[in-house]
């Protein structure tokens, strides 16, 4: 099985917990710290059409659109985008990160800003998503990625890209069959967002008020390229 299919075979068990736990509030970084910083990036660059790649059950699609966005959320597990539709505001579809980018999906639908949040995890996935996507956003557009912060999460590890072990500890709700991820480092997230054509405009890192330690980052790409 490859790695991107063990992914979503575990997002596919895991449909339901998730649902709940994002409805339930149960992350904390999440609630001081990372569902703001990404809402505020985004309002900072004034886009009006979003598409939310990885949107899951679709909170931050909906907290765009409540802001006066016209907002596409995308999701691969069909759980998840038929929850985030039963709750109200935002279009949504059901598609791989291979099926995006083998550009079918999203033909001749363009839009100011791009945002991913928390939701890229494999290696050859993310990279093939990732080279296709300046083509749906608009000249002077943006691409807007939140992903963890390496001082978060190196640990013991050496500090360079490679896969890591992945579990679901932490958790409240019993999650199972944990899959493995891919760890980049951030000269390496730099790189391979230059790769795309994208230009990095700015790198923000959203500081964890109660340990003073860094709870994401967020990277912020522009394009010039002309439809």
Known sequence: MSSSEHILQSWRANAENWIQTIDHQEIESRNIVTNQAI?????????????????????????????????????????????????????????????????????NQFFDAVVIN??????????????????????????????????????????????????????????????DWYFRTIGDWVRLLQSTGLTLANLIEPINPRTQQPASMIFVATTTIKK
């Not at 949504?92 to 033909?107: C, D, P, R």
């Not at 691409?143 to 932490?170: C, D, F, K, M």
Request: net charge negative.
């Open 39 to 107: 809402v505020d990036t985004l309002l900072s660059l004034h886009p009006h059409r979003i598409l939310d790649v990885g949107c899951g059950e679709g909170w931050l699609t909906r907290r765009l659109c409540a802001l006066g966005m016209d907002v596409v959320g995308v999701d691969a597990i069909p759980a998840l985008v038929a929850n985030a539709r039963a709750k109200g505001e935002g279009n949504f579809l059901t598609a791989t990160y291979s099926e995006i980018a083998n550009g079918k999906i999203l033909q």
């Open 118 to 179: 928390f939701a890229l995890i494999d290696k050859e996935e993310t990279e093939k998503l990732l080279y296709y996507l300046p083509q749906v956003i608009q000249h002077e557009g943006h691409l807007v990625i939140q992903t963890l912060h390496p001082l978060s999460v190196i640990g013991e590890n050496p500090y360079q890209s490679a896969w890591r072990t992945g579990s679901w500890q932490g958790m409240k709700r019993n999650f199972s069959q944990p899959y």
